[in-house]
């Protein structure tokens, strides 16, 4: 005997299936908003503009004792000048390594103080990350600080909002190498030549974004980001490599 299920009965299950099929999309939309690093719909950030010869190269999450030299010393040689988005507590830990970067004609930007989940913070939280970093970088070198990259590139409208309020521009990327896993120097390579050609493809300049520190504490190793960076100055000499306020 097959019983028979009016309509009227399916209603409010069917109802709340949509509700939670759209929640479940609402959130996704949100979180892939908050972590995609090109995604503009919480607010516009500085990704790279449609010059495809330009070429950003960016730092995050130092200064290092362990590496940033050294990559001082390989961005000199090939006279390029880089971003590096410093960590406010290594800043205060290693004020002559910040000089030396600006001194070398390098932009010094943001990074927050402790390299947190901005976007899962309150805006008090956001407020301290961002003015202690500026607090500390600016008593180095004595400028203000105009760039600003979020830890792991999260934010939400509220950080973006901060960032603003204090005068920065937030800066994203559209290449990542994943330098900070153990893929070694071709891998790095690897993932930055893939990168390039695709925004090349694109039309856009390409925005890279590699690790001269860690996050965790100083003396991360970085010298594979270091010798890879080496490869790709020479393979992408005839490029046009840029500082990110080159694109304001």
């Not at 990327?173 to 695709?198: F, L, M, T, Y």
Request: with cysteine.
């Amino acid at each position: 005997m097959i019983e028979r299920v009016s309509t009227e009965s399916m209603v409010p299950a069917l109802a709340a299936g949509a509700a939670l099929g759209l929640a479940t999309a609402v959130a996704g939309g949100s979180v892939w908003a908050a972590l995609s690093a090109e995604s503009q719909i919480f607010g516009r950030t500085l990704v790279a503009p449609p010059r495809p010869a330009d070429f950003a190269l960016t730092f995050d999450d130092g200064p290092n004792p362990g590496a940033t030299p050294q990559l001082l010393e390989v961005l000199a040689r090939a006279e390029v000048k880089a971003t590096f988005f410093l960590i406010g507590g290594f800043v205060r830990q290693c004020p002559g390594l910040v000089r030396e970067i600006a001194a070398a004609g390098h932009l010094v930007g943001n990074h927050t103080m402790t390299h947190p989940w901005l976007a899962w913070h309150s805006e008090g939280r956001i407020r301290r990350e961002l003015g202690e970093a500026n607090a500390a970088i600016e008593d180095v070198l004595g400028e203000r600080v105009r760039y600003f990259r979020a830890p792991h590139g999260a934010r939400r409208p509220a950080v973006l909002r901060v960032v603003r309020e204090m005068g920065m521009i937030p800066v994203q990327w559209n290449v990542i190498c994943s330098d900070w896993k153990p893929i070694g120097i071709d891998g790095i390579v690897k993932n930055a030549v893939n990168g390039v050609e695709r925004n090349l493809r694109r039309g856009f300049g390409t925005d890279m974004v590699l690790h001269d520190g860690g996050h965790t504490g100083l003396g991360a190793k970085r010298m594979d980001t270091v010798r890879a960076v080496e490869q790709l100055l020479e393979r992408y000499r005839t490029m046009r490599f840029v500082r990110v306020d080159a694109w304001e």
